[in-house]
């Protein structure tokens, strides 16, 4: 009877032995691979504390933060306009850079705009009686902010002076032959005409006290004046020349 049962036992070891698949080999394989994976790094396992990582516009994490990394990676990106540099530059007042950005966008209160929200609205210049109020028009077609323009530029821009809102755009943002005071000149003197026309046509449109086109050049020149004292005093001498024009 023991002789029999000793037998038994035998064949069943043999028959767990034949059962065993190569799907159990590789298991076990892969069990022993881990088992010496997690005990060298316990060998090297070092305590610290958790800490923040900020993913930056690369898809990479780093321990600082950064306020342009994160913008730019939450942002939506889009391609960049020809105009910016006519908008933003060194000592450009943030008010004038401010309504003519808005005007480069197309989205100031024209008459044309205007006409697009009510028919019975007022389209016309209030500056010079023009039927239909545009953007090209007001800067500077209208025959009063005309006036203003070519009594300011037209001995700075000589040869290049024009009206066209297209044509002036185009000049303040790629003239890279003109020397960096003129360029200052151009575009300063583009934005602070905007705004004061602006301010002009919205004060007449609300019946204030009208203000001629002499006044407007004055102001606009000794404001012109004023910016390059200003910048004078905080050091910048680049444009030292800025008076001679």
Known sequence: ?????????????????????????????????????????????????????????KGKYKKTFSTKGTWSCIREMHLLCDWYHAIWFDYATPKFSFITWVAMRGRLTTGDRMLRWNGNSDTSC????????????????????????????????????????????????????????????????????????????????????????PLLIRRLDKNMRNQFTVIRRKGGKEYGDGMAF
């Open 1 to 57: 009877m023991e002789a029999t049962l000793i037998c038994v036992y035998q064949l069943m070891q043999l028959w767990r032995i034949v059962c065993i698949t190569e799907e159990d080999v590789i298991e076990c394989k892969y069990s022993i691979r881990l088992r010496w994976r997690l005990r060298s790094l316990k060998k090297n396992w070092v305590q610290e504390d958790d800490i923040s990582l900020w993913r930056n516009e």
């Open 126 to 213: 209030i500056l010079c009686q023009e039927p239909l109020e545009t953007l090209s028009h007001l800067f500077f077609e209208c025959p009063y902010s005309a006036q203003v323009w070519e009594a300011l530029m037209k001995g700075v821009l000589k040869d290049q002076y024009t009206v066209n809102w297209d044509a002036l755009v185009g000049l303040i943002t790629g003239a890279s032959s003109w020397s960096k005071t003129k360029l200052f000149i151009a575009r300063y003197m583009f934005q602070s005409t905007i705004h004061m026309v602006w301010k002009e046509r919205n004060r007449r449109r609300h019946g204030e006290t009208i203000a001629p086109a």
